[in-house]
């Protein structure tokens, strides 16, 4: 009894450490994945399910997941991460098997919907990814589990591991950990740039080849479905905001990524004197965030968010980068909302796509005032100075040296929202 006692708070230590250890990869958010389910008796799990949701994908699907490393001993010495081979943490590992029975034995008390696995790199890269994958495959073919699996793959194991992780995983991710090649070579020594991009090629490549071959063959293997993501940290090292956005779209077009996630660099114990001893602001990884979906969504292009940086190439702090971007270009304000493009209207601060889609629509039957946007959208106030409407025009509020100081969310509701 006490043997089991013993060996039960043995396994929940490990998931404390394994699971906080985890907690520093921002790469697992899921979108997109094939919807499978377990109707008819058949299989454990969907990814379609309703349970405890902790996380909502971009798609606005809620997914929760055990995220967790198989285990934080490293024999890397990536100068920011807590798990480094010089990092004095409590260690801790886990076999497959334990994080495949834990992930059966959580999905069942519908505490998660998936698995978000990563790992330290213990003896060698292939001998790491063939544990992931081996996790995997138990889950996949033993338990038949049909919710939701993203690995981390370890970009200098052989391809041969990497396309069979690709085969259980919904998602996969190859983290490029900093926006620089310097940064890289400075700050995780063992890692090499070349090595990483060749295998999110790799990986896209094969993402769109099985994509392919199911479009001729309804029965062809899946690879990675979901497809890939990839982790940027920042604040690290000195890559300002404007070289940290040109390397996000520089990855998207490339490598075909669902998702580039930004992590705010966190001050460790026992830190090398080669990282900054603060953290950087959260709000900058916000801002990061904004910028990208200015970027996928709006229209932008890295440029733009880099001509709506301040003059050390950071966003402003206190502002969106929209805004930020509007109040630099004040002579494309204001824009007729009853005339303006597409894409005129989606550069106006305080219209989101919604919205745009909304006016786009109403203003095929009548002409546009004032007060019929702004039952479109949040606040009448931020998009007031940027527009022409049937019956307002912003004459010299648009030119207003304190229009920023008027648009500014108050300090205290900034740190609060
Ligand atoms: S490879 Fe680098 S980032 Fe990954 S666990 Fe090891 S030390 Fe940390």
Redesign the pocket.
Known sequence: MSQIIHKQQTLRERLEILADAAKYDASCASSGTAKKNSLGGKGVGSTEGMGICHAYAPDGRCISLLKILLTNH?I???HY?V???SSNTRRAKFTPQEVADLTINFYKRNYIEGLFLSS??IKSSNHTMEQLMETARILREEYDFRGYIHLKTIPEADPQLIEQAGLYADRVSINV?LPTRAGLTKL?P?KDEAEIEGALAKTKTRILQAKDERKRFRHAPRFAPAGQSTQMIVGADDANDAAIVNRAAGLYGNFGLRRVYYSAFSPIPDASAVLPLKRPPLMREHRLYQSDWLIRFYGFGPNDVADATEKDGNLPLDIDPKLAWALKFRGQFPVDVNRASKEQLLRVPGLGTTAVGRILKARRYRRLRLEDVGRLIQSIAKVRPFLVAADWRPTQLTDRADLRAMLAPKQEQLELF
């Open positions: 490293c890397f010495d990536c991460c798990n480094r081979k330290g790199i950990e995780a063992d």
